[in-house]
């Protein structure tokens, strides 16, 4: 039974196909190329969209994870621009403009998610150590995991090997636990990226595929 967007849709000129699994269905725009929707992924995230508003603060024994601030943007800046931080994540150093989106997307997953990404610093100093947090993303990568909130983290150079990711994670981990219930949680991690996958093992994630993103390896993890 398809669902109400998939009437929608076909009242908007997509006329639906046929479904290619349980949870996808193949849409032929009028003239034009197929494409899939995932009902199924849109009625989970649905679900666990939290209500917007403030950033919760989280603490542990050597961090602080808090919203972020526009005085952030020259620090994260900085760490994005750090081949040692992107050598992994996309492989290259990001520009302050790629930066800035960034911190607004964070920003517009926190209004219209009610989830997000978290500014870390250290607990003490108040120094900016990196970020971390759950994002739907709306990944072109398959298996397709739409519906899904997806973890993910950086720190700078100098707070690495130190247990902090480990902590930082921990935290991320715990508070889903609170706010999405029984909902999964995934992340992505470079196959050549040990020490994240490590970060990711000790707090519960299991690898469950390998799949290529933008023609790039890489390694799914669920816990």
């Known amino acids: 039974m398809l669902s109400d967007r998939s009437i929608a849709l076909s009242a908007e000129g997509l006329a639906p196909a046929r479904r290619v699994d349980q949870n996808a269905v193949v849409f032929i725009a009028r003239g034009g190329a197929p494409r899939l929707e995932f009902p199924e992924a849109s009625r989970i995230m649905a679900e666990i969209m939290l209500p917007a508003g403030t950033v919760p603060t989280l603490e542990t024994e050597r961090l602080r994870l808090r919203a ?113 219930g029984s909902t999964p949680t995934v992340c992505l991690i470079d196959p050549e990226n040990i020490a994240s996958a490590w970060v990711a093992k000790k707090c519960g994630y299991q690898e469950f595929r390998r799949a290529t993103y933008k023609d790039h390896p890489t390694v799914l993890y669920r816990r």
Not at 97 to 118: P, Q
Not at 124 to 148: H, K
Not at 149 to 156: F, K, Q, S, T
Request: a negative charge.
């Open 68 to 180: 972020h601030r526009l005085e952030d943007f020259e620090a994260c800046t900085a760490m994005w621009a750090d081949p040692v931080v992107t050598r992994h994540i996309g492989g290259k150093p990001f520009s302050r403009e790629e930066t800035w989106s960034k911190i607004l997307r964070y920003a517009g997953h926190w209004a219209l998610m009610g989830f997000g990404y978290w500014a870390v610093e250290d607990k003490a100093t108040g120094t900016f150590l990196g970020e971390g947090g759950f994002a739907e993303f709306r990944r072109d990568v398959q298996p397709p995991i739409e519906g899904t909130p997806e973890i993910g983290w950086a720190l700078v150079p100098s707070a690495h090997g130190k247990g902090l990711a480990t902590e930082a994670v921990r935290a991320l981990c715990t508070w889903a636990d609170q706010h999405f």
